[in-house]
């Protein structure tokens, strides 16, 4: 393991916090789709439960993150990971409820709604906890490949939540199995960070970047957090007003498939509800695979500059969303999503450099709490368009989806021209 100017075993407990988190979360959302079915609650408020979720997560994050020095970092993972075990029960406990009869699809949903509140408003604490604990207690490169390796946990996690998904659903809990055992996990990582990992001794002070809402095929923006003294920067600062607006029209594109892939799978197949999850969970799997393979391999070796990531990522994802759309078979819309996936994550590291890069050395802090409003705000109503979309014709939301980032390639290679200092 690298040295990242932290004990071992103390990084790797910070390294689960985030892992935890990031996997439940995304076993929840490739669960959620089969579980509505079964419940017979209409595909809408599937979505819209975890649109909710995302909009309490981005208005309570940053008070989060500037409390973390107020009230102690460890506090702050002790709050969220309690605020994720108990989210985890409580929709755990509620849908066991509604599969077995014990209650009715619209009781148990409205108390799953509830606890998905419940992550939104206390999960967003952990992360830039874990974030500001190993900023204050590292320096230079190690600081640096540390918070990297910490936001690389959230990719980590879109793999593991769904692949060990099914592996958790036995009777009596069925398709609720795994949010319970998720939740035992995050108690024995809580258990370890109240036994094992000391309290706050920093070197310096520093704020915790706000972290995006995890989600499948979603990243963590591995940026140093801000000082407190960050220069305030605007919105529509000519430099980055472009940037912001790729970064808006993409992710809206890409949470509006994620929202329907897995429904899109159990339609397709046809397959028994009960039997539909392990496709859903190849399928999620594929995408989430394919975005590591970008962000970790494929981007370091081209080295392509933003305006080209944008560019290729736009086509690649239009290209894999229009045949996810229309593919029949497992095999077909397992590669095609895995495509539309290895695009997506061409695309965001290319809008979220480009602001990077068009802004100075001093106003690095501000774009990127703005970048990773940006990427949250997509997860707020896209899900549930795409939905909506979904229910007048299958394949429209992907076809919608296509056609969006294709006119972001054309107008990006046509008509933006990011600054010389982004190129």
Not at 19 to 31: D, F, K, R
Not at 106 to 120: N, W
Not at 162 to 186: D, K, N, R
Not at 389 to 417: C, E
């Amino acid at each position: 393991m690298p040295d990242y100017g932290l004990p071992r075993g103390r990084f790797l407990l910070l390294f689960a916090v985030m892992l935890v988190a990031a996997s439940g979360n995304t076993a929840m959302q490739s669960l959620m789709p089969t579980i509505g079915r079964e419940l017979r609650i209409p595909d809408i408020w599937v979505a819209v439960a975890f649109s909710l979720s995302a909009v309490i997560w981005v208005v309570t994050a940053p008070h989060w993150a500037r409390r973390a020095d107020h009230r102690g970092r460890r506090a702050l993972m002790r709050l969220g990971l309690a605020g994720f075990i108990l989210s985890m029960l409580i929709c755990g406990g509620a849908l066991a409820a509604g599969l077995g009869g014990a209650v009715s699809g619209g009781v148990a949903f409205l108390a799953f709604t509830l606890g998905r509140t419940l992550y939104g408003a206390w999960g967003s604490a952990s992360p830039p906890a874990v974030q500001a604990y190993v900023a204050a207690r590292t320096k230079g490169e190690k600081r640096t490949n540390a918070l990297a390796a910490i936001a690389s946990s959230f990719g980590l996690g879109t793999i593991i939540g769904p692949a060990v998904a099914p592996l958790f659903i036995f009777a009596p809990l069925g398709l609720a199995g795994p949010l319970i055992v998720f939740a035992f996990i995050g108690a024995a990582v809580l258990l370890a960070v109240v036994l094992r990992l000391p309290d706050d001794t920093p070197r310096s002070a520093v704020r915790g970047q706000v972290a995006d809402y995890p989600s499948i095929g979603g990243t963590a923006v591995p940026s140093l957090p801000p000082e407190p003294d960050a220069r305030p920067l605007r919105w529509r600062d000519p430099r980055i007003f472009a940037w912001h607006m790729i970064g808006i029209v993409g992710g809206h594109g890409h949470a509006a498939a994620l929202g329907v892939i897995g429904f899109l799978v159990i339609d397709r197949l046809q397959l028994p509800i009960a039997e539909a999850q392990h496709s859903i969970a190849i399928v999620l799997i594929a995408g989430a695979a394919a975005s590591l393979l970008a962000q970790w391999w494929l981007i370091p070796l081209l080295s392509l500059p933003p305006r080209q990531l944008v560019l290729w990522g736009s086509l690649v994802s239009a290209a894999g969303a229009v045949a996810t759309g229309l593919a029949e078979g497992l095999y077909e819309i397992t590669l095609a999503f895995a495509l539309a996936s290895l695009g997506f994550a061409l695309f965001r590291p290319g809008f979220t450099s480009g602001a990077s890069l068009a802004v100075r050395p001093d106003e690095q802090n501000a774009v990127a709490g703005m970048v990773t409003s940006v990427n949250g705000v997509a997860f707020i109503g896209a899900p549930a368009g795409g939905v909506a979309l979904y229910q007048i014709d299958r394949p429209l939301p992907f076809l919608v989806t296509g056609a969006l980032m294709l006119g972001l390639a054309l107008w990006t290679w046509l008509r933006f021209s990011p600054s010389a200092r982004a190129e």
